[in-house]
């Protein structure tokens, strides 16, 4: 395991944008896995200006998300699919028929799953992996349980998710109250692994996560056991680390 510290957000995004600039251009055809949330949006900005001055070129690049809410239409702002366009699709040369988000409005949920785990198969899984991680260490949606979930499936919402959610939607009964995410078992397929995470409120997960034990209460912690992980972390969420 890589572990790269920087000095704040926005180099730890340049890096982060280096890294999978990198893979883009050693693999102009490679798969890329992608994240939402707040953390990877400096990243993808870098993306956005690197194709912009010509550096970058996606044509070739196919794309799976590790998530996505289950009930909500591709159209709805909260949409890990609207997302993904708003961020990084919609700036970028990239077919949008090789970008694979799971399908939220699939009313059947197991055959969804069946169906994303194949189609990232069908790709030869993800050449580089990008993650966030959960103030509780989940990586996906793959919160702390009891066991490792192997393959893309449909997770209930915990409570608290949905609490912390609701601001973003108009009642809390418009929150979603399930999603699909890849399992642990699709993540650590992943070629390569690249997680990120800033801010002083990430400082004990990312300790907990990279040097402690092993255990699916931290299922980010299963990252210890990949052959090729490099985290990027701000001085700030770098600040409990073992020095
Ligand atoms: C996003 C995802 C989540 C986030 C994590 C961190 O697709 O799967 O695991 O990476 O919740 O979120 P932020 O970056 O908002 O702190």
């Known amino acids: 395991m890589r572990i790269i510290v920087t000095k704040d957000y926005e180099d730890m995004s340049k890096k982060a944008a280096a890294i999978i600039a990198a893979q883009v251009v050693s693999k102009p055809d490679c798969v890329l ?49 609207y997302f ?53 260490g989940h990586i996906g949606f793959n919160e702390p ?3 490792f979930d192997k393959i893309t499936h449909c997770v209930d919402l915990q409570e608290s998710t949905i609490e912390a959610n609701k601001r973003f939607f108009a009642t809390i009964d418009d929150v979603p109250k399930q999603a699909y995410t890849m399992g642990i078992g699709t993540i650590m ?34 990252l210890q056991f990949h052959p090729d992980v490099t985290v990027v972390v701000d001085e700030a969420a770098a600040a409990k680390l073992p020095r």
């Open 145 to 147: 349980s009891d066991s």
């Open 33 to 81: 896995g992608l994240a939402t949330g707040s953390t990877p949006i400096g990243t993808y900005k870098n993306l956005v200006k690197w194709y912009e001055e010509g550096t970058l070129d996606f044509s070739a690049v196919k794309t799976v998300n590790l998530d996505e809410y289950r009930g909500l239409p591709r159209d709805n702002d909260q949409s890990y699919y």
């Open 189 to 222: 397929k992943a070629k390569k692994i690249l997680i990120l995470a800033n801010g002083e409120g990430k400082a004990d997960i990312v300790a907990k996560a990279f040097f402690g034990p092993v255990t699916p209460q931290v299922p980010a912690s299963i």
């Open 84 to 136: 993904m366009h708003d961020h990084l699709f919609n700036h970028v040369n990239i077919d949008v028929a090789n970008t694979n988000v799971p399908d939220g409005t699939n009313p059947d949920a197991e055959q969804e799953a069946e169906r994303y785990e194949a189609l990232i198969a069908s790709y030869g899984g993800q050449d580089l992996q990008l993650l966030g991680i959960g103030h509780n």
